[in-house]
């Protein structure tokens, strides 16, 4: 046999063997959007079943025009003074169209939360946008000719922010109000709607604060005491927020910085039973000093933590992901699993600092024991570094977007700003779990705290077990944290036949704000593992 031939047949087995691999992994990757004509830095999903894509201002010609005669005028842009780029833009989910939107002021690493009506609160950013106040009310798409389709930003003139605020957290709270927590040189929190004291000094985030400010968008979750889990650095505490004061110091967390700019990520995991415990993870992130160093090689962190946050004596508990990640986003499904997805496998966050893009996502399964909770996902094969997002879409599948780990947009270099948005499928939307999937036909559109109501669902096969009835969050996604994340898993009674394939389920609504705060929800019916496409139903007193 000759060398050529022994090569090709060589090359070939490696070829099958990767094509089969790939194939025998769980979920799917579809492309959506093959130039959204910006990279999205922020992203967020609506009630109206839209989604907001949101960049920074100050950056340069991006690849989308606004409309005629609506130009940006800024005299102090260092690039554009005159700026008749879109830097914002709405994607519509039923038909994957783009529509440019006008923001004026900043965005740049800002942070931001949905308020109790739907609306959009976007908070603080870079230069002009500094000490901004934002927001963005949906509207429905679907008549693209009729003034309902001219929502866009409004840039509010009577208020701002008490301290600046650039790379803060937002989170709603109990009450409806949202808690804007930290931002570079901002060790302090305030409230929208304002209170009167204020910005209040928050002395934790000067506690962490390294020399490479490893306390920047801190990991914030509102327990179902009503207090909250605040994360920054490598140490974590329960903060009350009305008397200002520390409940609780948590125990470090071993291997290094975990929060920006040598982020991992971390999520709250579903709320159930009597809402009384909540646990937190926090996954991946850089090595001490590959930031300040600028070093792009140095391996990232493969190991998670994971904490009963509500716990008298919570202790981190130890497991390792099957690739080590820098700046990955978690993802809480519909099921309360977790996918992790998106980042790198060396360097760390910043322009031009991450190498080795971690392509595989992995499913973090919480029930699990610790050893068999992470499962291997199907890679996709665009690249997504700093500045990308993952959101969890009302279909079930995840929305991919964003991705530029440089100053302006660059189409040349290894990792190129990236404008395509694509979706990743877990493995319940293959086509052999179709007639397990449940599908509404009765559910309320708003629901009070404490009631009880009833959903109805039509499956294919007969029904099994407990129908759950979850309820998830929209947050708002940005550098590898998706703030206000939250999944509620509702007590309810067993599915009730009522005629061929058709089940009555009773539920009860969460108790109050603290486990569920007042806005709008995706609600999944779950069968088996599999959820249904989500209704919107709003949660309100």
């Given at each position: ?21 790939h194939?025998?992994l769980p979920?799917s ?5 093959p ?6 830095m ?17 950056i340069?010609?991006s ?27 709405l994607l519509?989910?039923t ?7 006008m923001?004026l ?7 931001g ?7 959009l609160l ?8 500094f000490?901004k106040?934002?927001k963005?009310?949906?509207c ?17 003139e009577?208020?701002?922010?008490s ?29 929208y ?6 910005a209040?000094?928050f ?8 020399n490479q ?27 009350d ?30 709320l ?23 070093t ?17 004596d919570p ?6 992901m ?28 910043g ?23 992470f ?6 094969v ?5 500045h ?40 319940y939307?293959?086509?052999d779990?179709?007639n ?6 009765e ?12 959903a ?26 998706s ?13 009730i036949?009522e005629?061929?394939?058709?089940y009555r ?7 109050d ?5 007042p ?14 496409i ?8």
């Amino acid at each position: 046999m000759s060398t050529t031939s022994r090569n090709w047949k060589l090359l070939t087995f490696i070829l099958f063997m990767f094509i089969r691999t790939h194939a025998d992994l769980p979920g799917s990757w579809e492309l959506l959007v093959p130039d959204a004509g910006i990279a999205s830095m922020h992203t967020a999903v609506t009630h109206t079943n839209t989604v907001i894509l949101l960049d920074r201002t100050n950056i340069g010609p991006s690849r989308k025009l606004l409309p005629p005669h609506r130009c940006r005028h800024d005299p102090n842009d260092p690039v554009l003074k005159v700026d008749c780029y879109a830097h914002s833009a709405l994607l519509d989910l039923t038909t994957n169209s783009i529509r440019p939107l006008m923001i004026l002021t900043d965005t740049w690493c800002s942070s931001g939360q949905f308020l109790p009506d739907g609306t959009l609160l976007s908070t603080g950013g870079d230069l002009d946008g500094f000490t901004k106040i934002r927001k963005f009310t949906p509207c429905t798409e679907s008549t693209p000719n009729s003034a309902s389709s001219l929502c866009d930003w409004q840039e509010l003139e009577d208020i701002q922010l008490s301290q600046g605020r650039w790379y803060a957290t937002n989170q709603i709270l109990p009450d409806g109000s949202i808690i804007i927590i930290g931002g570079r040189a901002s060790p302090s929190v305030e409230f929208y709607p304002p209170r009167k004291t204020g910005a209040v000094n928050f002395p934790f985030l000067n506690e962490v604060e390294d020399n490479q400010m490893d306390n920047l968008y801190p990991y914030v979750h509102l327990l179902p005491n009503g207090h909250l889990f605040i994360f920054a650095n490598n140490k974590a505490v329960m903060y009350d927020y009305n008397s200002h004061s520390i409940v609780k110091n948590y125990p470090v967390l071993e291997g290094g910085p975990r929060s920006y700019p040598s982020a991992g990520s971390s999520a709250m995991l579903a709320l159930a039973g009597d809402y009384s415990s909540a646990t937190v993870v926090v996954c991946g992130g850089a090595k001490y000093g590959a930031y300040l160093h600028r070093t792009t090689d140095s391996p990232a962190n493969g190991s998670c933590g994971r904490i009963e946050a509500t716990r008298p004596d919570p202790v981190w508990e130890m497991e390792d992901m099957p690739f080590a990640r820098i700046m990955g986003d978690m993802v809480v499904l519909p099921t309360g699993d977790v996918v992790i997805i998106n980042g790198a496998q060396a360097g760390t966050q910043g322009f031009e600092l991450a190498s080795n893009p971690c392509l595989n996502p992995v499913l973090y399964r919480p029930d699990q024991p610790v050893g068999l909770r992470f499962m291997t996902l199907n890679p996709g094969v665009v690249p997504r570094m700093y500045h990308s997002t993952a959101n969890l879409l009302p279909d079930g599948r995840i929305l991919i977007a964003g991705s530029n780990p440089h100053y302006f947009y660059n189409f040349k270099r290894a990792f190129p700003t990236e404008l395509r948005i694509e979706s990743f499928s877990p493995e319940y939307l293959s086509a052999d779990k179709a007639n397990l999937r449940p599908v509404f036909v009765e559910l309320p559109e708003k629901v009070a705290y404490g009631a009880a109501f009833d959903a109805v669902v039509t499956v294919e096969l007969p029904v099994v077990g407990v129908v759950e009835v979850n309820m998830a969050s929209a947050p708002f996604a940005t550098h590898s944290f998706s703030q206000g994340q939250r999944l509620v898993k509702l007590s309810v009674t067993s599915a009730i036949p009522e005629g061929p394939g058709r089940y009555r389920i009773g539920c009860m609504a969460p108790p109050d704000g603290r486990v569920a705060p007042p806005g709008y929800y995706m609600v999944f019916a779950v069968n088996q593992g599999v959820p249904s496409i989500a209704q919107w139903v709003h949660l309100a007193s």
